[in-house]
C-alpha cells in the first residue's frame, strides 16, 4: 500500500546528457505533465545544453552537475569494461559518484529517477548510497547489438540489484534486461502531449498538395537507417519525380562520418534535387505536421520509436521497420505500414502504395491518431510514473 502523503513526492531526475534525444524530450515533457500537488519534480544534468534551457522555460527546477567529459562523452560502442576501468576514468566516475552521493544525503528527496544508462549507473550508485529509492528508466536496448556483450551482461546484473523499480519504454525493451520475475518492473510508453491528439488538426496527408513531402526524423547515425531511407527514396522518385524526401536531424556524439557518407549518397544517386536534409528542428509538431508520410528506417529493432508515435498522434501516415517497440505501437495496415528492416525494396513498395492511394493514407493517419490518444498520451504516463512514486517512496 502506498504510504500517505504529507507533501509532493519530491523526484531528482537524473540525466547525463543535456542534448534533446528521445529519452530527453520524454524526460522534459514528464516533469510538465505531473500533478505538481503529487510530485515536485527536481533535474539533475551531468552538461549543459538544450534540456538545460526547455526546463528553465518550463519552470521546472534544474541545475547542473558536471561530470569529466571523458565519461559524458564516451559512446556506448566504447563503454566497455576495461575502458571504465582505465586508471583516470574509474577514478573520475567513482568520484562522480562519490560527490553525487554526498549531494543528495544534502537533499530532501523521495525519489530518484535515472533517465539514462550513464545516470543509471552513476545516479543509481550514488542513491544507494545515499538510501534513496531509486527509479530506473530504460530508454535503450541492453542487447549485443546495440552495447558491448561484456555491459549488457554488467547492465543486466545491476538491474537486478541496484534500482528499487525499473521502467522500461516498451515491453521489447524490458525482455532485453532479462529481469526475474519477482523484480519490480513496469512498462509504460512515453507518451505524446495531449494536445496534439485534440483539434485543430493539421490537414491530412495527400490532399492535394502541389509537392508531396516525405521524411524520416531523427539523429542521423547508422542504425536509425538513414541509408536504407535514401535507396528507397531513389526507386519512389522513379515513378513520382516530384515528391520530396527529407531528413531531419543532426549528427550527435560521434556520428559524423556517417553524416558525410549519407551525403556523398545523395549525390552518387543524383538525389541532389529531391533530397534534403535540414538538420535538426526545435519545433517537432509543426515538422511533422508538414509531413505527408513519415518513414521509420531502423535497421535493428527500435527500444521504442518515439518519432512513430508523433507522427501517428498527428495524423500522418506511417511507414517503419517492423521490430522492439515499433511492434507494440503500430496496429499493420491499420494505422501503418511495417516493413521488413534493411529492406530499401519493401520500404520502398510500402510508400508507393500509400502515395497511390491517398484515401488509405488519410484513414490511416485519422486511425493513427484516434490509437494514440486512446492508449498513448501523456497525462496516462505521467499518471502511471506517479503511482510507482508513492509506492517506493520513503516517507
Known amino acids: 500500500m502506498p504510504s500517505i502523503q504529507k507533501h509532493p513526492c519530491r523526484v531528482l531526475f537524473i540525466d547525463h546528457t543535456a542534448q534533446l534525444g528521445g529519452g530527453e524530450v520524454a524526460l522534459l515533457r514528464l516533469t510538465q505533465a505531473f500533478d505538481r500537488s503529487r510530485v515536485a519534480p527536481h533535474v539533475l544534468l551531468f552538461s549543459d545544453g538544450p534540456l538545460h534551457t526547455k526546463l528553465e522555460q518550463a519552470q521546472v527546477p534544474v541545475e547542473l552537475f558536471e561530470l569529466n567529459t571523458q565519461i559524458v562523452d564516451m559512446r556506448r560502442e566504447a563503454s566497455r569494461p576495461r575502458s571504465l576501468l582505465q586508471p583516470n576514468r574509474l577514478g573520475a566516475v567513482l568520484s562522480a559518484i562519490g560527490r553525487l552521493a554526498r549531494f543528495l544525503r ?27 529509492p531509486l527509479v530506473w528508466h530504460v530508454h535503450d536496448r541492453i542487447e549485443a547489438d546495440y552495447l558491448p556483450k561484456n555491459t549488457v551482461r554488467i547492465l543486466r546484473l545491476l538491474a537486478r540489484t541496484l534500482p528499487t523499480f525499473v521502467v522500461a519504454n516498451s515491453a521489447a525493451t524490458l525482455q532485453t534486461l532479462h529481469l526475474p520475475k519477482q523484480k519490480p518492473s513496469d512498462v509504460i510508453y512515453c507518451g505524446i502531449p495531449d494536445d496534439w491528439v485534440q483539434p485543430p488538426y493539421p490537414p491530412p496527408p495527400l490532399c492535394g498538395k502541389s509537392q508531396v513531402r516525405i521524411g524520416l526524423m531523427g539523429r542521423i547515425t547508422k542504425w536509425k537507417g538513414q541509408h536504407i531511407y535514401l535507396a528507397a527514396a531513389a526507386k519512389v522518385l522513379q515513378r513520382y519525380p516530384q515528391t520530396q524526401f527529407e531528413i531531419i536531424g543532426s549528427a550527435l556524439f560521434g556520428d559524423q562520418p556517417y553524416f558525410v557518407e549519407l551525403q556523398s549518397e545523395v549525390a552518387r544517386l543524383q538525389l541532389d534535387e529531391r533530397v534534403v536534409f535540414r538538420g535538426f528542428q526545435e519545433d517537432t509538431k509543426a515538422v511533422l505536421s508538414d509531413l505527408d508520410i513519415l518513414v ?18 498527428l495524423g500522418r501516415a506511417v511507414v517503419a521497420t517492423a521490430g522492439g517497440g515499433v511492434l507494440e505501437v503500430v496496429v499493420p495496415n491499420q494505422t501503418g505500414l511495417l516493413v521488413p528492416m534493411g529492406d530499401a525494396e519493401a520500404m520502398a513498395e510500402a510508400i508507393l502504395c500509400l502515395l497511390s492511394d491517398p484515401s488509405l493514407a488519410q484513414t490511416m493517419g485519422e486511425q493513427a491518431r484516434h490509437h494514440v490518444g486512446e492508449h498513448f498520451t501523456m497525462s496516462a504516463m505521467a499518471e502511471r510514473v506517479t503511482a510507482i512514486y508513492e509506492t517506493v517512496a520513503v516517507r
Open 106 to 132: 544534502t537533499k530532501p528527496f523521495d525519489v530518484v529517477h535515472t533517465n539514462s544508462l550513464k545516470a543509471d549507473l552513476i545516479g543509481g550508485f550514488a542513491a544507494r548510497l545515499a538510501h534513496i
Open 296 to 313: 521509420h528506417a531502423s535497421i535493428i529493432p527500435e527500444p521504442l520509436g518515439q518519432v512513430v508515435l508523433e507522427g501517428m498522434a
